[in-house]
């Protein structure tokens, strides 16, 4: 039995509906392939279903954070601290506007930024946080928004694998001065390519991300730039593709729910003997991939691909061990978080259109090594 970490054929069942919204678009008389009725169609249902009070639909999940760091006017002299395990665009977000992305350490555990951390990085200089959810890890947003208060700092959420997590009852995007999701392919909210979306409830950093993802254009005058914005705007196919697909998320989340139901089962064994760590924290029912926290993780991963079984690791290097960004840590500053995440983390499959033979397969794969 063969299962790849990612579904061989990412929209199977979409293929038809594909075809037909290219030629729909296509031959629409207005045609507008960007930022049309659309476009503006997606914005509207994720208003409905997120509560945010403005939706700004844009090309990608990292050109939303470039374009929320952009908003708050952070630029040479400023400081957001990121976590340090993590993936790239939160630290490029900020270092590509001439700040300093100061990388805080990340719960073992979680491998969510560590909130004790990030309040001992604040300086005078910091002018945000952006915390990141991880896999199916939400960070403790209910905290760090308390530190952000108390500190008079704003709060960017990457909430990129995020969509549809909910903790305490606030949606994942929801809880920052601006939050961030990405369209991905192979996001749980994946798209047929790129694309993402900036919340706010903040008119004016709406009004202002909405002019920057356009070239810094007010959307009423052509050629007039008000700011110095960047081309970030989200393509009329994807976004009605994206209508089609936002229609059946909750079934495709509750199924992965359900494979990582079973999984944590049938690992609570494993986890007894501190084999491996299931998914630990607050997951918010929202799993993009089930990422293991593995003993002999090296061991693991081979036995899994002699089985067929199609593993990933991610984020292998933290980021301050990155050679982008080795300016930006400090000589003698450790992240044993970080690195305990990067060198244990082993995500397995967990896409919606797994069988549940497959899906006992891996585990019974798994279950046999440690035996």
Not at 35 to 64: D, K, P, Q, W, Y
Not at 72 to 88: H, K, M, R, S, T
Not at 94 to 123: K, N, Q, W, Y
Not at 208 to 230: A, C, P, T
Request: proline share 7%.
């Amino acid at each position: 039995m063969t299962i790849p970490f990612f579904p061989p054929d990412l929209f199977e069942q979409d293929r038809q509906v594909f075809k037909d919204l290219l030629y729909e678009v296509g031959t629409d008389p207005e045609q507008r392939f960007i930022l049309g009725r659309r476009t503006a169609a997606l914005e509207a249902e994720l208003r409905l279903t997120t509560g945010a009070g403005h939706v700004i639909a844009c090309s990608s999940g990292t050109g939303g954070l470039n374009l929320a760091v952009q908003a708050l006017g952070i630029g040479p002299g400023d400081e957001v601290v990121v976590p340090a395990f993590c993936c790239q665009p939160v630290a490029s977000s900020v270092a590509g506007l001439g700040a300093t992305p100061v990388f805080a350490d990340v719960d073992p555990h979680t491998m969510v930024i560590d909130p004790d951390d990030v309040e001992r990085l604040i300086s005078e200089r910091t002018r945000a946080i952006m915390p990141a959810h991880v896999f199916s890890i939400m960070a403790d947003m209910p905290r760090l928004t308390k530190i952000a208060r108390e500190h008079g700092v704003k709060v960017i959420e990457d909430a990129a694998v995020a969509e549809g997590a909910v903790l305490d009852g606030v949606p994942a995007g929801r809880w920052g001065d601006l939050g961030v999701f990405s369209f991905f392919q192979v996001k749980a909210f994946g798209t047929a390519g790129e694309g993402g979306v900036v919340l706010t409830d903040d008119p004016e950093l709406a009004e202002r991300v909405r002019m920057l993802r356009n070239h810094g254009q007010d959307g009423v005058h052509r050629f007039v730039h008000h700011h110095i914005g960047q081309n970030s705007r989200f393509d009329e196919i994807l976004a009605a593709f994206q209508l089609h697909r936002h229609a059946g998320f909750e079934d495709r989340l509750e199924r992965r729910a359900r494979i990582a139901d079973y999984y944590t089962e049938r690992f609570a064994p494993l986890a007894e003997r501190g084999l491996l760590a299931p998914p630990a924290g607050r997951n918010g029912r929202c799993y993009y991939v089930y990422s293991l926290l593995a003993r002999r993780r090296g061991d693991l991963r081979a036995w899994l691909t002699e089985k067929e079984i199609g593993t990933h690791v991610y984020y292998p290097v933290p980021l301050p061990g990155q050679p982008a960004f080795a300016r930006y840590a400090p000589e003698g500053r450790e992240w044993p978080g970080a690195r305990y995440a990067s060198d244990h983390n082993l995500a397995i499959p967990i896409w919606p259109h797994l069988t549940d033979a497959q899906v006992e397969y891996v585990a019974d794969s798994i279950c046999e090594f440690y035996a």
